[in-house]
């Protein structure tokens, strides 16, 4: 029983890391569109991140693109004027985002509900008209143009050709797996069960000892590292920064994202980036207005299937080996 | 004496719900606060867990005084509390919940790379709280399977998780079938033996039989207190509390 309740210890990496890496790497192979893999999988690694804060501490945060936007930013910058190694400017890009998010954090972070929501969406929307009027470095409206994508260089002598589609897919889906793993261990951690209780229970999580404040913030950091990351990844992938990188349409693209693939679980969000990724490359050819589609499709997994598409896949495997429905949720 | 306040004092617009409370608590004994509904009893637990801030007044522990200090500072100096209303950890484990209270007295609250699985001193402070208060055959299940009976002994089990000096149980009977009651009490009886505890109930039964002190409160103010036997007998009481009743 108390081995039930506890669950085994996880290798770093197992088999689940294995499956993963695996049906990705299939994406190139069966989309029909060549860039649209490594969009996906950069829009996972977000949505992930994000999922950090509302799946696992029970933070509704709209302030992820200014993380994202920011990461994205600097990437481009740094290539575009220093030509620096792309890892040290992907590495800056996960440390600005999670100043940026140790910021907006702490000065969000006291308040709670929808105040708390309110005050991350108007950082969002702060960080969005700095880099709009700052033009001189961020290219305002027209975007940061011509960010090369250089051969990554993994040794000296060895450099690693990124500029073909599947070449850059590969890239990507590398360091994705990597922060994934590391995302992963980090919920398995002692601190990562401590932002579930605070998700579970805020009040009492604080009553039995816990300085919630704190373990919310160094959250709120890593879910802005890895969402940085996720931006610097995204200058790589689109050769320039368009302002949107930085709009509040992209926090809400995470948002998305996570509900609909289920914030119960790691995989939902990746579910959820995968699924809206196509549906809009699919939609948007068919008809002009597709986003209404997604939008009564999203809101029909708010009301009727909170667990997201995650939960649905979790609920129908259990009741198919054991029988009876259990809770989407993971423990 | 491992607490005491001063004159604790706490105000909600005109009602004075804690009116110059002093009482003192004794290492090793059981203090029991009764008093009808809306004597101030759960405010000065807030108060002493620093849940609400007093309008005037200390509070001491081990002769340190603890006024203000915030419900996490106060949790780690080692006071563990319940809830009148059940306040639990829903999508977890019971024993979940138990090991994350008890992980606050423990290294590692900030490793963030480890797997929480290798930390075992909170697992095997679990294990011991779990078999204390009797649940270990559910410790697997999650809290929303749990009747509210079982709900209310894990209620009580995450004020013990920690290991706590002093420990508060606010009415840990309240809403329980005759059965699980007489299970709690027997229950609390038993912790009751080894922990100083202070316990706010309105079960006569349980209060006269764990009680070292009883402490009554009526509409803010300590009315009486003093042994069992001397508050059975106080006539200010019976007044007040018991209606005139013999108990």
């Keep these: 029983m108390i081995e039930n309740a506890l669950g085994k210890k996880r290798a770093l ?32 690694l977000g949505a992930v991140s994000f999922n950090i804060l509302l799946g696992y501490t029970g933070l509704l945060s709209f302030g992820q693109a200014a993380f994202f936007g920011a990461g994205a ?15 040290l400017t992907l590495v800056l890009s996960g440390v600005l985002g999670a100043l940026f998010a140790a910021v907006i954090g702490f000065l969000s972070i006291r308040q709670v509900g929808i105040y708390f929501v309110m005050l991350t969406l108007a950082f969002n929307q702060l960080a969005f008209f700095l880099a709009y009027q700052w033009k001189s470095v961020t290219g305002g409206d027209d975007g940061l143009l011509n960010v090369p994508r250089p051969d990554f260089p993994l040794f000296p002598g060895l450099k690693i050709p990124i500029q073909g589609n599947l070449q850059f897919f590969l890239f990507v889906w590398v360091i994705f797996l990597v922060a994934f793993v590391i995302i992963r261990r980090i919920i398995n951690s002692p601190f990562g069960r401590i932002l579930l209780a605070i998700r579970e229970n805020p009040n009492r999580a604080r009553a039995v000892g816990y300085n919630i404040i704190h373990y919310e913030l160094i959250a709120f950091t890593i879910s802005g590292f890895f969402t940085g990351l996720a931006g610097g990844l995204y200058a790589l992938f689109m050769k320039m920064v368009p302002i949107n990188a930085i709009e509040l349409l992209t926090s809400t693209d995470f948002i998305i994202m996570s509900l609909l693939g289920g914030t119960g ?8 980036a995968v699924v809206t990724k196509i549906a809009s490359e699919i939609l948007s050819v068919l008809w002009a207005r597709w986003l209404f589609v997604l939008g009564v499709i999203f809101v029909g997994f708010v009301l009727f299937m909170r667990g997201g598409i995650w939960g649905l ?19 | 004496m491992i607490l005491r306040t001063v004159n604790l004092t706490k105000q909600f617009g005109g009602l004075i719900a804690v009116d110059h409370v002093n009482i003192q608590v004794h290492e090793g004994t059981v203090h029991s606060i009764i008093g009808p509904n809306g004597a101030g009893k759960t405010t000065l637990f807030n108060i002493l867990t620093g849940e609400i801030p007093p309008n005037d007044g200390e509070v001491y522990f081990q002769e340190k005084r ?5 419900p996490y500072q106060v949790a780690k100096i080692r006071i563990g509390r319940s809830f009148q209303q059940n306040s639990l950890f829903k999508n977890l484990s019971v024993f979940e919940n138990i090991r994350l209270a008890a992980h606050v007295q423990h290294q590692g609250r900030f490793n963030f790379l480890s797997d929480f699985r290798s930390f075992h001193s909170p697992i095997d402070q679990a294990h011991k709280v779990l078999e204390e208060m009797e649940i270990t055959s559910i410790a697997g299940k999650k809290v929303g399977e749990l009747s509210h009976g079982a709900q209310r002994t894990l209620e009580v089990a995450i004020a013990l998780a920690a290991d706590p000096l002093l420990v508060l149980l606010d009415e840990p009977t309240s809403g329980m079938s005759p059965e699980e009651a007489i299970r709690m009490v027997r229950l609390i009886r038993k912790l009751a033996k080894q922990r100083t505890m202070i316990v706010i109930e309105h079960n006569m039964n349980l209060v006269w039989s764990i009680s070292t002190v009883i402490t009554v409160l009526h509409q803010g103010q300590v009315i009486a207190t003093g042994s069992p036997s001397e508050i059975e007998k106080n006539p200010e009481v019976r007044k007040a509390y018991l209606g005139g009743a013999a108990v």
């Design chain 1, 313 to 331: 896949i979790n609920a129908s495997w259990s009741k198919f080996t054991t029988g009876r429905p259990e809770e989407g949720r993971n423990p």
């Design chain 2, 66 to 70: 603890i006024t203000g200090l915030k």
């Design chain 1, 73 to 87: 930013y600097l990437t481009g910058i740094f290539l575009i004027h220093f030509g620096w190694h792309p890892a």
């Design chain 1, 13 to 44: 990496i197992d088999k689940e890391i294995f499956i993963l890496g695996g049906l990705l790497l299939l994406l190139p192979f069966l989309l029909p569109y060549k860039t649209l893999p490594a969009e996906i999988v950069i829009y996972a």
């Design chain 1, 265 to 272: 679980s790691l995989y939902g969000p990746i579910i959820g």
